[in-house]
């Protein structure tokens, strides 16, 4: 393992984006969650947003499937759905096979799908598409995240937004206030874990963003540990997405006044031989999602919980020659849970009208993040996503 300089490293990570390891960053325990619980429980009534963010930018094109679309067949002969293979929606449109929970979900009434989603301008970029939906600025970079602007124009307990995992994302990061970090599994190992504890170690010459930042490391070492002797039921792969899901259904069972989680799954990056990777990652996405809402459904504060799930950008429409689909621009997003209004929002794409390739969006995420912070969250969006905003009227 290379030398590193101490204070470069950590001053670095206190950088926007440097890692994910963010300035003024709370690291926290399992015991800390339970006792905020008891300290100050969860409202009853109180709305929850669960955030899953799917890295790699999902084909959204066969994962809502316009399976009686010719345009759709012609443009991907191969890697097409056949229409029987489809769980259909209505006569024109369905789930890719894998989706088979949350199909169920839409049939209960559960599932909003929100249509062609995107934003002006779109980008091709995985970095600078997921910085826009994260900081939900798509005319200039900004170094806040939207999560943490609402953080900072609610008050000042970082406890209330917690990514599970030690590596914020964007999105969690404040001018004053930053998501509380949670880490789940053991992770590190050998060298690695020297480098941490060096890293970690308290330092009289630290300045105080400097500090939160080695805090961070140190608590990556001991929630890492306290999380072996959960007694809720969690993955052999503690980072998995049933995982992360499995430690935000016991916190919120337990009365944690977390009003906003963020849990994520990468892979979905497929350029070549789509069709199976893409299927398998929607299968662990539907074995996750599906199972945490009906648990929360009948829970006394789960009842409230709303999950959006989404990823930077969807595929070209037309598949290449690898049989995979390069980054393209619109895709649709899954909003579910008990208070949710199932249905359709948001105008299909056309598969023809396109933009040199790509579809053309219909509707702006920042309607939904809309609802999200005002029919959820209980907030006023104008400091968070800025005015003009009509939302969707999903919840």
């Known amino acids: 393992m290379p030398d590193i300089n101490r204070r470069k490293f950590l001053l670095a990570s206190a950088g926007v984006g440097a890692l994910g ?6 690291a926290v325990e399992w015991p800390d969650l339970m006792a905020a619980a008891r300290r100050q429980p969860l409202a009853q009534g109180s709305g929850i947003a669960v955030i899953v963010t799917l890295y790699g930018g999902n084909d959204g094109i066969n994962t809502l499937i316009p399976y009686g679309d010719n345009a759709y067949h012609d443009a991907r002969p191969e890697l097409a759905y056949a229409p029987a293979d489809v769980l259909h929606l209505d006569d024109r449109l369905g789930l890719n096979p894998a989706m088979t929970g949350l199909h169920g979900l839409w049939q209960d009434g559960r599932l909003a799908i929100v249509r062609g989603v995107s934003y002006p301008k779109p980008d091709h970029s995985h970095f600078r598409s997921m910085d826009i939906w994260q900081t939900a ?3 200039e970079p900004v170094s806040t995240g939207w999560v943490g602007r609402w953080l900072d124009s609610t008050g000042d307990d970082p406890l209330r937004a917690v990514n599970v995992g030690a590596v914020l994302p964007p999105m969690a990061v404040g001018e004053r206030t930053t998501a509380a970090a949670l880490t789940t599994t053991r992770s590190h190992a050998g060298d690695i874990d020297s480098v941490v504890a060096a ?28 999380f072996t002797h959960l007694g809720h039921t969690r993955s052999a792969d503690g980072s ?9 259904a016991a916190a919120i069972s337990a009365g944690v006044p977390t009003r906003l989680y963020m849990v994520s799954l990468g892979g979905f990056d497929t350029h070549a031989d789509e069709r199976g990777t893409q299927q398998r990652q929607l299968q662990t996405l539907d074995r996750a999602l599906t199972p945490f809402l009906r648990r929360m459904s009948s829970d006394q504060h789960g009842r409230n919980v709303v999950v959006m799930a989404y990823s930077e950008f969807g595929r070209r429409v037309r598949a290449n020659a690898s049989q995979g689909t390069d980054h393209g621009t619109a895709g649709p997003v899954f909003v579910a849970g008990a208070p949710v209004r199932g249905g ?28 999200l912070l005002v029919r959820v969250l209980g ?9 003009g905003r009509s939302g969707l009227r999903l919840v």
């Open 344 to 371: 359709f929002y948001g105008d299909e794409p056309s598969l023809t009208d396109l933009d040199d390739g790509d579809l053309k969006y219909t509707t702006d995420f920042r309607d939904i993040y809309q609802d």
């Open 199 to 226: 890293l970690s170690a308290p330092d009289p010459r630290d300045t105080d963003v400097m500090a939160a930042v080695a805090a961070s490391y140190r608590a990556t070492g001991t929630a890492d540990r306290t």
């Open 240 to 248: 998995s997405l049933s995982a992360q899901l499995d430690t935000v």
């Open 379 to 387: 907030a006023d969006p104008t400091p968070v996503i800025g005015g």
């Open 137 to 139: 600025s798509p005319d």
């Open 21 to 26: 390891l963010l300035s003024g960053a709370a």
